[in-house]
């Protein structure tokens, strides 16, 4: 909810996704089940597509869009066609070692423009679909995988929206971070026929990241939906796009062997092979099906070979590249290795937080996550291989959702139509993959472990000693919190005639161990995530002036004394600022300015420039 009391009349969801993008809406006051957006530029008016490809094109040499989605040619080799972009807009992604990978600047700038195309799109067929439609208030709800775990990252994204005209299009409409697509996911997954009490393990699968999460249905089938987060989520980047890469390799490998009968290079030639009549996609997708038994090699042509060629070494016969079920197989088992870690380590980390539950539900949902062999490799895994050890399995099933490419999409959607109609929240409280601190400086303790060796100030205002540059860990990673936020007290002093100055501290991030946690800024563990500051004389803070009478020897000084209340999002965080009796003193959020430490660029801790904020702890 909007803290100004905003209400959208219609929420709109987009699901952006490695290889194809969703959109699902629904409007009130009704809010009926999610509708899914089928009808998209490019195709007839009686094709049908639940999602739109995630591609986009340019004129040759210049940065104007010349196609998007359907509008593509997606066997073109045309320089200009941009797809598989996702994972590039985070910048710590590494998993790319090509020389010609984009760049993080790049894949933004081909986000923006893509999603305009996207807004542009929902704009004009509601604009003919709903009287007065710049008018309505809307809603925009993303969501994010959850390899994206810097708020900071997931601020600039936002921003990114914007760009694109999400939430710009006037006052009525606004553009929001909803979920982590393993959350939304889980949504969509808790309207299928499971029982209060019921534990699901969700794996969602996709094009470019495979996220999972395990939650417990605390409702019952006649309550509203609530579900506990028993862990943190958390995310690979795994899925089908991986499968399509090595598959290229493996291609790319063998046309080395007549690299010279060729009369392209071997990148463009493995290419077309695997665009050719989309055989290569049905093979993929179909395997470990019954159908895939039917289909024990795949040949595809060689483009350029004369009829007649033979080549055993590199799998050619009559001109054609053969491969067998066994090629696909492990080509699979690379990526279906990395899903089977993320689940044990999930499942695990269940044993060891909450030892007597059992899962009750591995459910799986994506486009990977569809897939027959996916499911088939999880359930020996769990049965009769090296994972049925694990005891929080014994009675465990491998379940599907309905529509696994849909779930992220309409949960979305679900997740906020149930919080705008029933007043409740799906998700109340959240499990932190992370933890979040602030640089303060406490007062001395001769007797704490954590003091020891550092430098003590004495305070000229208050006379007491202080240690500058401590961490107090407001969350920790692995902690459950409200979705209402963590309050910590602080203290500022500041000298008279300066009390019209902002403050300003730093909010720093961890992802080491909760038990390994840096207490204060020197040691490592650490990276800054944002500045936050206010002017405290314009707030309703208590500030109460000290050695203000004729005795004091000390210097006079103003002392505030507030709450800082972090909010943590699906993958954001917001500031609140509070006065000692917990009323909430900025609007939405306006009150305490947040500059992000940009996620591009490294981060060390430092207290300088920063007006000490003091936390003491007694």
């Known amino acids: 909810m909007y803290m100004d009391g905003w209400t959208p009349d219609i929420v709109v969801g987009i699901d952006f996704g490695m290889t194809c993008t969703g959109v699902a809406w629904s409007r009130g006051p009704a809010w009926a089940e999610p509708k899914t957006f089928q ?12 999602k739109v490809p995630t591609i986009i094109q340019y004129t040759p040499g210049s940065s104007s869009v010349s196609g998007w989605g359907f509008l593509c040619d997606q066997d073109s080799e045309d320089p200009g066609l941009i797809d598989y972009f996702k994972l590039h807009l985070d910048p710590s992604f590494r998993e790319d070692a090509r020389p010609d990978r984009p760049t993080t ?39 994010v995988p959850t390899t994206w775990k810097n708020p900071s990252m997931i601020a600039e994204i936002e921003q990114l929206l914007r760009s694109a005209g999400f939430g710009s299009d006037g006052g009525n409409h606004r553009a929001k971070i909803g979920l982590t697509e393993a959350e939304a996911a889980a949504v969509y997954a808790s309207k299928q026929q499971y029982e209060k009490d019921d534990v699901l393990l969700i794996c969602d699968a996709g094009g470019g990241t495979t996220d999972v999460n395990v939650l417990k249905i605390m409702s019952s089938k006649a309550e509203p939906v609530s579900l506990k987060p028993l862990s943190w989520v958390e995310g690979r980047p795994v899925g089908s796009i991986a499968i399509d890469n090595e598959f290229h390799v493996l291609i790319v490998d063998r046309l080395g062997h007549i690299q010279d009968q060729l009369r392209e290079d071997p990148d463009t030639v493995a290419n077309r092979m695997m665009r050719e009549d989309g055989r290569f996609e049905r093979f993929k997708c179909s395997y470990g099906t019954a159908l895939s038994n039917l289909m024990p090699t795949l040949p595809l042509r060689v483009p350029g070979l004369l009829d007649g060629v ?8 009559n001109s054609s590249m053969i491969f067998s079920r066994d090629d696909l197989k492990r080509i699979f088992n690379i990526q279906m290795n990395k899903i089977l870690t993320l689940t044990d ?16 539900y591995l459910v799986l949902s994506g486009g990977l996550g569809s897939s027959a062999y996916v499911k088939e490799r999880l359930r020996s895994h769990y049965k009769t291989g090296p994972g049925s050890f694990r005891p929080a399995i014994e009675k465990m099933e491998i379940a599907t959702v309905e529509e696994p490419q849909l779930a992220v999409v309409q949960g979305l959607v679900t997740d906020r139509i149930h919080s705008i109609s029933l007043g409740t929240e799906i998700f109340s409280e959240r499990c932190c993959s992370q933890s979040y601190g602030v640089v303060c400086a406490e007062k001395h303790d001769p007797n704490l472990k954590r003091h020891l060796g550092q430098e003590v100030r004495r305070d000229t205002l208050d ?18 919190v409200s979705i209402n936020g963590v309050t910590k007290p602080f203290t500022i002093k500041r000298k008279m005639g300066t009390e019209f100055e902002p403050w300003q501290t730093q909010i720093v991030m961890s992802t080491v ?18 500045e936050v500051s206010t002017n405290l004389k314009t707030q309703e803070v208590e500030m109460k002036e000290k050695n203000r009478h004729w005795y004091s020897r000390r210097e006079r000084y103003l002392r505030f004394r507030f709450d800082v209340k972090a909010v943590v999002g699906a993958a954001d965080l917001k500031f609140v600022l509070l006065t000692k009796d917990k ?36």
């Open 39 to 50: 009808h998209w530029p490019g195709k007839m008016i009686h094709e049908l597509a639940n």
């Open 310 to 317: 033979y080549h055993p070494e590199a799998m050619i016969e």
């Open 513 to 530: 161990p909760r038990e390994r946690l840096p207490t204060n800024i020197k040691q490592d563990g650490s990276r800054r995530l944002c």
């Open 105 to 143: 600047q790049q894949a933004r700038q081909w986000y923006v423009d893509y999603l305009r195309a996207i807004h542009d799109h929902i704009a004009s067929v509601f604009s003919d679909t709903i009287p007065r439609w710049r008018d309505q208030k809307a809603e925009f709800v993303f969501s």
């Open 345 to 360: 380590e999930q499942l695990d980390r269940v044993s060891q937080h909450h030892p007597s539950t059992q899962v009750s």
């Open 463 to 480: 006379g007491e000693t202080w240690v500058d540059g401590q961490i107090q860990w407001f969350i920790q990673q692995g902690q459950t």
């Open 583 to 618: 009323k909430v003193i900025n609007d939405d959020y306006n009150a305490i300015e947040v500059v992000w430490q940009p996620a591009m660029e490294p981060a060390s801790v430092n207290a300088n420039g920063t007006v000490p904020l003091y936390y003491s702890l007694t």
